[in-house]
Structure formats: C-alpha cells, structure tokens
C-alpha cells in the first residue's frame, strides 16, 4: 500500500512510499482507512519542531473501518466505523498513565510520530484505543473525533461554567471545535479570527455564536470594554501564535483562566506578569486522555457538536503537497486525505479557496 512517511530525521518533506499492509497482533484491530486529518503538529514534524522516529508514516487525526481484529480481541469491531486514540504505547505504571493522563508518560509512542499513523490505506492499533463513532456522522467527519478529544482535554468538566464569557482566539478547526464544547457547558462565546477568516467566522455565525474580526474596530473595542470591564472570564488560545497568546492574557479578567490549546512551533515572548497580577488560572492540554474521548463521545451523542461543515477538502494521498500547501496557507477549514481516492480528483466542499487564521493540532 502507499504511505505517506517522514523517512529521516530533521526537517524535509514526507515521501510516498509502498509500505507492507500491516497485520493485527494480539489486541491489536486493523483500520481500513476512510480519512486522515493534516494536523498543525505534522507541519511541526515536517520542520522538525516536534519529537518523531522516522521513519514513520504520518497521520494522527484518522478514522475508518475496522477490517481485521486479532486474537483476544472482540469480533464485533469488525465493519464498525471508528476513531482511535492517539497512544499507541505506553509504560502502564508511571503516575501519569495510573492517573489516566497516557500523553504524559515518558515511555509514550504515539500513531502518526511515533509508529506509524494513518495517512495510508491502513493502520494497526490497539483495540482498547477504538472508540466507535456514531452513524449520523459520515465516514470523512468522523476524523475529526481526535481533535474534538483533544479539545474536551483542555475544556474539561468546570473549566467553562453556565454564564461564562468566552472568547475563543482562532477561527480553525481546532478554534470552532472548543467553541462549541465551550457553549456545550453553558458559556456565552465569541470566536476571535483575522479579515482573511471571514468565511469561517460565516460558519461560526450559522452555528449560532459571536465572532470578531481583529481587523474590526467596533468588534475588537467591544472586547477590549468587556476586557476593561473585568467580564471575560475564559479565554481559549487556538491559534497557535505568540500574538494570540499575548492577546489572550490581557483579555482574560482577574481570577480568570487562560486555556492553551494551540500548539507553539518555538520559544514566545509574553507578558507572564498578567498571569501574577492578575491571578490567572493558566491551563495547557497536550493531546487527550481516555477521559476526554467519553466526554467527545457524550457530546456527539447529544448533537451539541457540528463536524462535517468543518470538513472543506478531501484529497487522494498522491495530492500531498496541495494538501499540506493549502493547510500551510491556512485555506479552508480543515483538509483531509481519503486514502481510497488514490489518484481521483480532490473534492473542495466550501465551493472555492479562502484563507484563515491558524488552526493548530
């Protein structure tokens, strides 16, 4: 099967290459492949600003069929549309897997970095790392269950509360994600973008929340009021940037918590002093946690979250550098591989190319 790899270390491009199709093991099931998301951590590997083991195939954001289990494993996994967790090996024993947090461990191997993922026909994982995914949901949106988890991690259960003002920084995937688990909890939430966002602050707006464009005047000085006011009580950085990070901390009223969702490529400068002065509760999330997946699953199940709008391209693997070209200039909301287009023509679901603000994951 073809597969897309990161052959050696340092930064460079990835490779499409013929590779065996894996086989399950023990508690492992085989995932016939329906979908892959480009993550903002995959252009972090591609310039060498993430930690992986090449060679490896790329691709953490997957969903797809099971097709094949191995011994000790359920049998009615199989033909049942999934999404795995990211972990793919762990010690078991350290503090942070016996507390339920297997992104921490220091023995982690994850799909995607650390063995190989899922931007190709098929992808071996453990079985306890399946979850199934409603039938509501088509078999491309449903890679987006990863990022959703990984979103529920860092607004967890009391992190937003009923009455809460929110502001959630970036317009991407990631950003429309968290504000939707943020309203999910009861918050009152405006989705912060850029000019070249519009149609994805469109988006935001047919889902029923706030947007503003940081290019508005009106909208950001209403912000900047409530801010002055003291009645921003959550911000959410999705955007990944140093100015995002800078802006978000001075939104934030006292007493208030900063979430960081977005991944930074390198060292920021920012104004740390807000955090003392005003004591703010600062909280990070780097991956997800079996915890998280429940509540993304919770979520799902109610029909608070909307996923298959945020799904603007699907693209064969052998269209790789569009994709990541597109994902790099931040066109569309979030692009994905089908790897069973091999060679088909792309299918653009937004009707044209627009640029947005940086998604992250």
Partial sequence: MLALRKLVPGPGEPALSEVPIPEAGPG??????????ICGTDLHILRDEYSFHPPVTLGHEVAGIVDAVGAGVDE??????????TAFSTCGVCPWCRDGRPMLCASRRSIGSGVDGGFASYLVVPAKNLHRIRTSIDDHAAALAEPLACVCNAIGEGVVTPGDRVVVIGAGAMGIQAAQVARAAGGIVTVVGTPADADRL???????????????GDDVAALRAAADARRIDVVVECAGVEAAVRNGLTLVRPGGTYVQVGILGGEVT??????????????ATFGSSPAAWRQMERLLDAGLIELPSLVTEVLPLDDWRRAFEHVEQRQGIKTLFDPRRAGAAPQSLMGGSTAGSGGNR
């Fill in 28 to 37: 492992q099931a085989r995932i016939a492949v329906t979908a892959a998301g």
């Fill in 76 to 85: 009615g996994w199989l033909g049942v549309l999934v999404a795995p967790e």
């Fill in 202 to 216: 469109r988006l935001v707006e047919s889902l029923g929340m706030a947007t503003s464009s940081t290019d508005d």
């Fill in 270 to 283: 920012i104004p740390f002093g807000e955090v003392v002065l005003k004591e703010i509760r600062v909280r």
